[in-house]
């Protein structure tokens, strides 16, 4: 199959969100991945300090310095970056004031602590400047990167954290940082950015996807695709979930079933299977209806498939090669 | 299911009068709120006056406790079985709310006015995260105090570590103890000026730094926050350090929850042990969405192979699937046992509930009860 051109050509910051355990990180790993695929270089950048790209990638705790954790399908390289508020500070003070000195004496009064944990909205002003950063760095400033995708803050607090920036451009009214944060705003309402939301086919994850997409897209962010985590294939024919949705298989029929295959057996087995099925009907019927709801939301939807035997290295390439082949990379 | 882990005792713990407040922590997407309505729920029934504080619930299980005004006050949930003496009353944390009503019941009138008016007390009061474990410290202890329930029953918020509530009291003392807001005071308080002396051209840099870097007008805005809140913030420190020393006495049972997942047991086994570490009372795991098989006799190889014989033979097609399908159930089972009992192996004396999986969400106090139910039946 010739492959489609990629759907998000143009775009320099993909920032990954979705629901506590839908699999984002995973899923911005993935991502990275198969972007880095044509030999890309590819900065996959974590803010929430939980160390999740070093477990993904199997490689120990990432200090705040870019390292290069994995090698692309296609020759590409994917480097992953923790950021830390309170080392960014620093080097923001030391990059834009030169205030090697003076940004030690901030340590000691404290004023460390209070930007980066009191006024915790500093800190996002903070984690979302040093991804300005790296999308906008500069010749001779360090790596330069093709593309950068963000392992975000969950869909609850996305919006709050992409949308930091407008609130210090209402603090601010003069001033470096105003500028500064009128910059991050622009990039982030850029084609060049890319907010996707990872969901599960479950009531809950749904519904915080379309109240993020909602909430993005309100406040002027563009929203990418809807990537649809841990997706289960039937394992029932249709016309076999309508016969067990409906009551009507043949208990006789599946007992003499069991029998033909030398399956020792009796009613409570025969019982246990068809609970087992009706549990599984149910859930394909309420998938179907989730993923319609998904679906109405109109954008991109790309299906990663459950991996029963977990999340390795091995297994982000796969992801990666799907998301590839729907188009993503 | 829970291998060699002790069962949790959960009724004996729901019924004990002793048991004053307990806490549901783990992290997002494991089943924390739908535990804490479920146990809320449970201990009503059971006769006690309880009261559900709730951070983020989904909408429909909202809507099924009546939680559909964000009044910022406990409301009677309707529907609750009242025969043994109980009731029940929950809230949704509403932090905007719960921090004017701090200011509003701390400061004089016009102090409160100015606070309430200054722009960074506006995003650190209503969207600034962080503010929301703060808030929910602040609650806890005010609906204590407030002595109209025997029980409380706490949900977390979601944050980057679910244990940001426990931090939220030091780091707020490590604020108000801080020289830099003494140097914000500008000499307003004692020690200020003695800071400045220490620092001498030092600090005059640093100001002209920190103007620099924030623009005259956000310092300034600052500082009058920081006056402003003073007089009134210590006030707001002590009571968090109440709530916080409240917690640790053995009224309080914090139970972590969990789905058996890599990534959630994982995060279950940091905050075991980092309520050890802070000497918290720890009851117990709560396991969310275990899987089970009524036929776990029947091993996944054994079905896999009686699905081929089928599919050799060409016969019985809806049993070969039915026998896939259990394979793969057996599968999870299987998966779901070792991850605990490495989970268990680590930490083996925390002790266990688990709720079976359920096909669909709940989202009424029916579905509550068969949570409660499987929470309370020995593992």
Redesign the interface.
Known sequence: MARRDPDWDGVRLHVVTG????GKTTVAAGLALALAGDGSRVLLVEV???Q?IA?LFDVPPLPYEERKVAVGPGGGEVYALAVDAEAALLEY?DMF?R?GR?GR??R????I??AT?????M??VLLTGKLYEAVRRKPGRGRRYDTVVLDA??T??IG??L??NA?VV?????????SQAQSIMKLLESPQTAVHVVSLL????V?ETCDAVAELSRAGLAVGAVVVNTVREP???AR?LT?VRKGL?DRG??A???K????R?GE??V???????A??A??VA?EKTQRKTLAALGRPMYQLPLL?D?IDLGALYLLAERLCQQGAA | MSGRAPALAVDPMLRDPATRIVVCCGSGGVGKTTTAAALALRAAEQGRQVVVLTIDPARRLAASMGLVELDNTPREVAGVDEAAGGRLDAMMLDMKRTFDEVVLAHASPERARAILANPFYQSLSSSFSGTQEYMAMEKLGQLRAEDRWDLIVVDTPPSRSALDFLDAPARLGSFLDGRFIRVLLGGARGGGRAYLKVLGAGFAAMTGALTKILGAQVLKDMRTFVVALDTMFGGFRERADATYQLLKTSGTAFLVVAAPERDALREAAYFVERLAAEQMPLAGLVLNRVHVSGAGSLSAERALAGAETLDEADDHPLTADLLRLHADRMRLVKREQRLLARFTAAHPRVAVADVPAQPGDVHDLHGLRVVGAALAEPA
Do not use: C
């Not at chain 1, 000691?108 to 004023?111: C, F, H, I, N, P």
């Not at chain 1, 033909?260 to 399956?263: I, K, L, S, W």
């Open positions: 629901k506590g355990g839908t929430e300090g939980r999740g477990q003070l004031y205030l003076a004496g901030l000691r009064l404290g004023a602590d209070f944990t009191i006024a915790p909205g800190r996002d803050p969950p609850g607090r709050r954290f949308g930091v609130e209402g603090l601010a009214r003069v001033g470096p940082i105003r479950e009531e809950m994850p519904q394992l029932l024919r076999e016969a298989v029929e599946v003499a079933g069991l033909a295959a030398g399956v057996s409570a087995v019982d246990a299977l068809l609970a087992e099925a549990e599984h149910e859930r309420l029963p977990g």
